[in-house]
């Protein structure tokens, strides 16, 4: 696991780390989706679908490319009754993702998420020997590498 929850007051967070960019973006995914899933339910048991999902990548601005994935993932949850098991993700242009999903409606959620925030995001590359402290949970992380910092309206 390179994701960790980010104590908030009112909402919930996540704080990742990868080695790029591609991986940061699985990462927080993959947290996004644990957010979501009620405690012991298990996704194992349900039968996968694959798909190909697709968003417009904002060039040099990765933490927009960010949340426009993230805002996806929740439309497909909440609209097209999709829930994200697992994905692999390439930017390349646009970000394109290999998904596993399945059956929203058979998938027992425990928290609602309601909109993906700008409140201190942060996507960004780690120079090489750069530090970041960590704290509440959160250990340090040290460049080169990426990092992201979300925060999720619930």
């Not at 699985?26 to 947290?31: A, I, K, S």
């Not at 692999?88 to 970000?95: E, H, K, N, P």
Request: negative net charge; charged residues 25%.
């Amino acid at each position: 696991m390179s994701w960790w929850i980010l104590p908030t007051t009112a909402d919930i967070g996540i704080v990742a780390f990868a080695p790029g960019p591609d991986r940061l973006f699985e990462e927080v995914t993959n947290g996004l989706q644990s957010i979501l899933l009620a405690e012991n339910f298990d996704l194992h048991a349900l039968v996968r679908t694959t798909s190909t999902w697709r968003v417009k990548a904002t060039p040099d601005r990765e933490d927009l490319t960010l949340v426009r994935w993230l805002e996806e993932v929740l439309y497909q949850c909440e609209v097209e009754r999709r829930f994200l098991v697992d994905c692999q993700i390439r930017i390349s242009g646009d970000l394109e993702a290999q998904v596993s999903w399945v059956d929203a409606d058979l998938v027992e959620m425990e928290i609602e998420v309601k909109a993906v925030t700008r409140h201190q995001l942060e996507c960004r590359a780690v120079a090489e020997g750069e530090l970041l402290a960590g704290s509440d949970g959160i250990p340090d992380f040290q460049g080169p590498g990426w990092t992201a910092r979300i925060i999720f309206d619930i």
